[in-house]
């Protein structure tokens, strides 16, 4: 399957998202950005007849993705062997001495040595860097896979994404994502092991390191008294959104008393939109429920996420590591069910009444809570 191709205007806006990223990093001022557009589109038909006269098929074919469809007796179409094409000959029109690309790009990037060989250029010089793992430690980061960390995301939720990394990838961020050498990183993990430093404390720097490189120290300061004040002294954060929901936005069957989680999620705009009891994006609320009594309650729900497993094996699941926090504040005339012990035995929290099932279907007797309103704040683990 091959995406769908983006209007001008979509790359257009795409292009300014991407600079306003990469800026953060680079100096705007001593940084030229060029459109391939430039050249590609005055290539013309014979221009492309004569770029590909100067790669046979079989060259194609030493691209592993290549070979790997093509033995398994699966389409290959021929705009994608047109690709290496058209990112090789962007070096030629840069007459380019040095290209960056991950691990992943190495046939497009080795393809603009051999054009610019043909061109009667110096081959450039190909630098590559390993593929970073995203938060569930397998896959490659990837915003579609929703598993990366945006550079441009608040610091209170860079913060937190890093600290729900695994210990044993937390090395590789040390060393693709901090400026300390690869010693001193070395030396770091050494002191772990032998137990002079505690993981959490080591990963602790890693989130402030990474969060105040992007937003400064003061908010690095911040969101690590933040998630130390919420995750580890089991307190409210203070710089949480508080958003207003009306009971009647999100009640369930008429005379229940109950809060359909489902409901709550895309009112909060934390999730896309439900049909039924089923999540259009296939993502399931798990250890759900109400905790409290009285003026204060706090809704629980962790791990909403989409299991992401190849086809033919078996997920282990998201754990705890994934999700998200939501503190309610009942309104007048509001109170909540006393904690009964309905929840996941396996889960290190203690148990709490469940209010949805895998399904996102609402357990009778999970909530019964009086007709008004209600405020809610959110907490990304």
Partial sequence: ????????????????????????????????????????????????????????????????????????????????????????????????????????????LLMGRELQRDYGQKPQIVLMTPILEGLDGVQKMSKSLGNAIGINEPPAEMYGKLMSISDELMWKYWVFLTDLRQSEVDALRAETTAGNLHPMEVKKRLAWTITAGFHGEAAAVNADENWARMFQQKETAEDLEEVAVAYADVAGPEGSRQVRLPKLLVQLGLAASWRGSQPQDRREGREAGWRGSGERADFICRAACEDRSPAGKTGKGCGDRLGFLLYIRLGPQQNCLRERDRGNRSSSRKPIQQAVDRNGRTVPGAAECGRGSSSATTATR
């Fill in 1 to 108: 399957m091959t995406r769908k191709p983006l209007t001008r205007e979509e790359i257009d806006k795409n292009a300014e998202t991407y600079k306003q990223q990469v800026f953060r990093i680079l100096d705007d001022k001593a940084t030229e950005v060029r459109y391939n557009s430039e050249w590609l589109d005055k290539l013309g038909y014979a221009g492309l007849i004569g770029l590909s006269a100067k790669v046979t098929l079989s060259q194609m074919l030493d691209r592993k993705e290549f070979l790997t469809r093509f033995r398994a007796e699966q389409d290959i179409s021929l705009h994608e062997l047109l690709y290496p094409l058209a990112q090789g000959y962007d070096s030629v029109a840069l007459n380019s001495d040095v290209e960056l690309g991950g691990t992943d790009q190495k046939f497009n």
